[in-house]
Every structure is written in C-alpha cells, then in structure tokens.
C-alpha cells in the first residue's frame, strides 16, 4: 500500500528521528510513505477565525495533491496531523470556506475527499497489532513505558475520531504489540502548555509537571509521544529521570532496525 506522506517542518529538522524511523519501519511492515512533492509548512496551528483561508491553503494543496494520485494523506506530527484533520474537516463540510479557497486558487477543486490518517492509524488498521507483534525481533520486556498523548490527537473528538479522548487505547495497544508494559496514567491525554509555553512559561511548567510527576507515581520508567512539542517540553521537565521518546524509536527498535540504520 502507498500513502502519501506530509512530515512537516520539524521532522526535517529537531525531530528527524520520528521522521526517519518511521520510514525504515514502513519498509519492513510493508507499505511505503510517498513523500509530497513540494509541500509547506502547514503552520502548525489551526486557525479559528472561519474567514482565515490563506494559511489554510498549503494544507488544502497537500491533501489536493493525494487527491490527485488517489491515496490516503498520512502524517506524524501530533500538531500536523490536528490541522490536516480540521482543515479536510473544512473543506468537505463548509461551501463558504470552499468558495473562498477557490476565489484565492481557482484551480483547487477540492471538497475534503482525501483521508487523513496518522501513521499509528495505519499500523493499527491496515497493518494490524497482532501482525506487528509477529514482526517484533526484539519484543521490549519489561520496559515499562507510559503513553503520552497530549491534547492534539483526541481534539476535538468529533473531527479527529483518533481514539477515545478521555480513555484512549492506541498507544496502549501498540506497546504491547511491540512487547513493553504499557503504564495507563489518568494525565496522559492532558495538555502539557505546548502553545502557551513562551508567553506563559510558568504556568506551562507547572501543566508538564503534573504530566511528569502523575506518569512516574503510576510506575512509568519511560514516555512516548508522538508530538515534537510535546516531546521537547515534557523532556525538560524529566530530565534524565524519565527518558521521553517518539513512538517510532521504540518501533523501530522491536523490529530490529539499529539506530545507525537512519541518517539522523
């Protein structure tokens, strides 16, 4: 199966890893990840006000492009895939948001017929649990690894439609496919302050160290995430402690593929 592929600004840069393990492990699960040509950075934020269209459109081009080529849209990034979600959202439910975009790009005929996937959706859907955990090489024993989730996967339920948003399973599911301990925590799908934590750095540390402190109380040795954001704040705040790792490192290690095997 081939999807395409939007990774992002930051998976091209400080989270190249999430990037980069991702594609060694869609290789040996056995579907490819077609990167979009020239794609833009999707801004990272959704925005609220419904007659802002122009930061919207380098999200509608990228999905108009899968469109084109007939494939389901697959990202990574926690905060991509929020506004991949909400603008598609857009797109298939609101004319007059579609009449503006046409107005601003007359050739973008496009009414939110791509499908937005996140990658751990297609691990679950299309590749299966029960055949990862055959794959495994290296089942991760006793690592006991709590999920972090954050805000931005669950969020809005209604248009994301990821997992339960106040008792997700996903995350779980996998690591138990790839043999660790799964830890469930009640502050995983919490938000840790990503988008506050310049203007409000206080208050945004305080939000992390609840995160922190509520994971390891329930017996979590390690985090995963998929969100470079939320990677690098709860990071901060654990310190060495508590290592914090995106979803595919871990993926990456239970199939067998060395770290060296990445350019990272």
């Not at 091209?12 to 060694?24: V, W």
């Not at 579907?31 to 419904?50: D, H, K, M, R, S």
């Not at 779980?172 to 995983?188: K, S, T």
Request: with cysteine; charged share 30%; aromatic share 10%.
């Amino acid at each position: 199966m081939i999807y395409s592929y939007y990774p992002g600004c930051t998976l091209k840069t400080k989270a190249k890893e999430l990037d980069e393990f991702a594609r060694l492990s869609a290789t040996k699960l056995g579907f490819t990840l077609e990167e979009i040509e020239e794609w833009q950075c999707c801004g990272a934020v959704y925005p609220l006000g419904t007659d802002e269209v122009a930061s919207k459109l380098p999200v509608i081009r990228a999905l108009n492009e899968a469109k084109k080529k007939n494939q389901p849209l697959v990202t990574l990034c926690s905060a991509c895939h929020h506004v991949f979600k909400r603008v598609n959202d857009d797109m298939k439910n609101n004319k007059d948001i579609r009449d503006t975009v046409k107005n601003y790009d007359e050739e973008l005929e496009y009414k939110g017929e791509t499908e937005v996937l996140h990658y751990l959706e297609v691990i679950k859907n299309f590749v299966g649990f029960d055949k990862l955990k055959a794959m495994v090489e290296t089942p991760l024993k006793g690592r006991k690894v709590g999920a972090y989730y954050g805000c931005m996967l669950l969020r809005p339920s209604s248009i994301m439609q990821f997992d339960d948003p106040e008792n997700p399973t996903i995350f779980e599911d996998f690591l138990r496919a790839i043999g660790a301990e799964p830890v469930i925590y009640p502050y995983r799908n919490e938000c840790c302050g990503g988008y506050i934590s310049l203007k409000e750095k206080q208050k945004a540390q305080g939000m992390v160290e609840k995160i922190v402190e509520n994971a390891t109380s329930n017996g979590s040795k390690e985090l995963i995430t998929a969100c470079p954001l939320c990677q690098y704040n709860v990071k901060q705040t654990a310190g060495e402690d508590l290592p914090v790792y995106y979803f595919t490192d871990l993926l990456a290690e239970a199939l067998g593929l060395k770290e060296g095997e990445a350019d990272v």
